[in-house]
């Protein structure tokens, strides 16, 4: 009975590595480089360089702050499980993830910035009644990511970066239980945190005076998380529902990114990003119980490696007034089988367009737009199990996203 209970639990449930996916990890820091598609390693010439290629910070002489916020609205169906069609949705859901960047230039030739944002968040909420309910119901992530960086102009034309990064992390999951043979469900609430360290860094080279080249490395972070599972199960039965201390440890990918900007002329520039996730360090999920009358959890996820193609452009209409516009292609890690409600996630196309407006001579706006389109997820194999044990959630996902970007900034 417990055996079946736990298997009912889910395994991905507890601290899901899917909170990892490309679905909750969140790339737009900054309006300014979102407008552009996200491709700014190679111009990296605002103080969201910190995130995308600090080395880009030793072109900012003086005193330097940003500061914004990105608005998500997900949505998502699913269709199913197969053979049905009925269709489901998420629940309607906003969620904010700030950005603050702070850049000093200490002499001619080193330069310190420090960021605070939240690379990793998001979440999903399904229906309480919906068939899925025993796979996800309510999941929610929270990160930030503090990271402190150092640049060095060895000169005009070469800049190195190096940094590192604190995180800390919240992840609620509430999802149910079926208690069959007995009536009825249990809703089993997890809640619980952890943090991680891990080391950044950049190189940007200034080819010729119209042609930039950056390297920007993000390490992987692993978190230690530790929570506490309850559940409002009868008294009767709440002894054979999973609950008490659980433990898990989760390792974040490393980031790879190429860029390139090319300044056509005075107006004009053009940016393009290769962007490699190292998702294959997701290999494997264990889930260890304090309580020894539940054992240690383990299953496989044997995520795919993986990468984001961005390209970007900005046109100065005026000293005051730059247009933008990008688009990125966003190939997702997840393998089929592994895909489910909690992160439907699915390989992905962003269009992007913005504006900057210099309010002041020190004090400037910057606005994005984002529509991601996910590829339609077809599951026709599924690993994932539930209903105690049942397995094969197979069915149709459909998701989409509009994003909006806000920045303001402060040059001394």
């Known amino acids: 009975m417990i055996k079946k209970l736990l298997l009912g639990f889910g395994i991905a449930a507890v601290f899901t590595a899917q909170i990892f996916a490309s679905g909750f990890q969140i790339n737009e820091h900054g309006a300014r480089a979102m407008a552009m598609g996200g491709a700014f390693a190679g111009l990296a010439n605002d103080p969201s360089a910190i995130f995308f290629n600090p080395a880009g910070i030793a072109q900012l002489n003086g005193t330097h702050f ?9 949505k998502a169906t699913f269709r199913g499980p197969a053979p049905q069609i009925t269709e489901y949705s998420i629940d309607h859901q906003l969620f904010t993830p700030i950005n603050f960047y702070f850049t000093q230039q200490i002499s001619k030739k080193f330069f310190v ?4 944002n939240n690379p990793y968040g998001l979440g999903t909420k399904w229906p309480s009644d919906w068939v899925g309910r025993y796979l996800a119901y309510d999941t929610s992530v929270e990160t930030f990511f503090f990271t402190p960086v150092v640049a060095y102009k060895i000169s005009d034309n070469l800049m190195l970066s190096a940094g590192m990064t604190y995180a800390t992390g919240k992840v609620t999951i509430k999802k149910y239980v079926s208690l ?91 940016t393009a990003d290769y962007q490699y996730v190292g998702w294959s360090c997701y290999d494997s999920l264990k889930v260890e119980f304090k309580n020894p009358a539940y054992g240690d959890l383990a299953a496989p996820r044997l995520y795919n490696n993986s990468f984001i193609a961005r390209f970007g452009t900005e046109y100065k209409v005026s000293d005051g007034l730059d247009l933008r516009g990008g688009i990125y292609y966003d190939k997702n890690p997840v393998p089929d089988e592994y895909v489910e409600p909690s992160l439907p996630d699915a390989d992905r196309l962003g269009f992007n367009v913005g504006v900057g407006y210099n309010l002041t001579k020190n004090i400037k ?22 209903t105690n044990g049942t397995s094969k959630f197979n069915g149709v996902y459909n998701s989409s996203a509009h994003l909006f970007g806000v920045n303001f900034s402060y040059n001394f």
């Open 66 to 74: 940003m500061a914004g916020v990105t608005l998500i609205s997900p």
């Open 113 to 116: 910035g420090l960021s605070v």
């Open 180 to 270: 069959a043979p007995f009536n009825g469900d249990a809703l089993v609430s997890l809640e619980g945190d952890g943090t991680a360290i891990g080391f950044t860094g950049g190189i940007l080279w200034k080819a010729t005076d119209k042609l930039s080249v950056g390297i920007s490395y993000r390490s992987e972070s692993k978190f230690d998380f530790s929570g506490t599972a309850t559940s409002d199960a009868p008294a009767a039965l709440a002894s054979v529902v999973p609950s008490g201390d659980i433990t898990a440890s989760l390792t974040t990918p490393q980031n790879i990114t190429f860029g390139l900007a090319y300044k056509f002329n005075d107006k004009l520039t053009v």
């Open 365 to 386: 706006v910057d606005l994005a737009y984002m529509f991601i389109r996910f590829s339609e997820r077809k599951i026709e194999d599924s690993k994932v199990e539930y």
